[in-house]
């Protein structure tokens, strides 16, 4: 029996320091990072944006890409990064010279279809045994397309405020259950009926021009 320690975030392949604090803290790391195409990122990045109300309403996909940060620094936001942080293989450089035989590199793709089957592979790689079949896949902190901007900046706000007063008391797990249910509510009568067609073949060809002249694609990384 092993005790297995999980943690994940978005943030960690773009930093400078990541991968050589996760070394030293971590006698046995295991590292696995879970690329997706990065136009298709690039364009979720958008949603994302709007949706957390960093975008205005009327903000056009030309738009958002002309307002990102080619030369970031660690105060850029987040979402003015979406563009130069679909770099791959640019920051896979450093993970790789350090962690070799504990990386793995995953298709977004192909976890979204074949979710067990990729999932048995990552745990097979890392010395544990696959979950059993017919595991529940859900999706977590899915991107939803706002009707009322305001109304969810307000809420954020709001569920923001109870998270750092309470994420360190007996609380804790009865407020994420409660914010699960608010979630579910919440996003019933706050989500737009219909998608937003954001599809841009301009945009599309200037984002796969700047992605093939930084490095290798994501497919080949994937795939090797």
């Known amino acids: 029996m092993h005790d297995v320690l999980l943690e994940a975030t978005p943030d960690y392949l773009c930093s400078k320091v990541a991968a050589r604090r996760i070394c030293d803290s971590i006698r046995r790391p295991y590292v696995v990072f879970l690329l997706r195409d990065p136009v298709d990122r690039f364009y979720s ?19 958002f890409l ?27 450089d450093t993970y790789w010279r350090r962690l070799t035989g504990n990386l793995i590199l995953v298709d977004f793709d192909a976890l979204v279809k074949r979710p067990w089957q990729v999932t048995s592979r990552i745990l097979a790689n ?22 009322h901007p305001g109304l969810h900046k307000r809420y954020k ?16 797990g009865f407020l994420s259950k409660t914010k699960r249910f608010l979630d579910l509510s919440y996003y019933a009568v706050n ?34």
């Open 45 to 63: 990045w958008f949603s994302f944006s709007k949706q957390n109300g960093v975008l205005d309403e009327e903000t056009t996909i030309s738009e």
């Open 66 to 92: 002309d307002m990102q940060e080619l030369d970031p620094d660690p105060s850029t936001p987040q979402h003015l990064r979406a563009l130069e942080s679909g770099r791959y293989s640019y920051y896979m």
């Open 126 to 147: 890392a010395g544990l045994a696959p979950l059993p079949q017919g595991t529940d896949f859900g999706v977590s902190n899915k991107t939803v397309m706002i009707q």
């Open 157 to 172: 706000k709001v569920i923001g405020w109870f998270r750092s007063e309470f994420s360190h008391t007996p609380l804790k």
């Open 191 to 224: 989500k737009r009926t219909e998608p937003m067609q954001i599809t841009n073949d301009h945009v599309n060809s200037k984002l796969i021009a700047y992605y093939q002249s930084n490095g290798r694609s994501y497919k080949s990384l994937v795939e090797d």
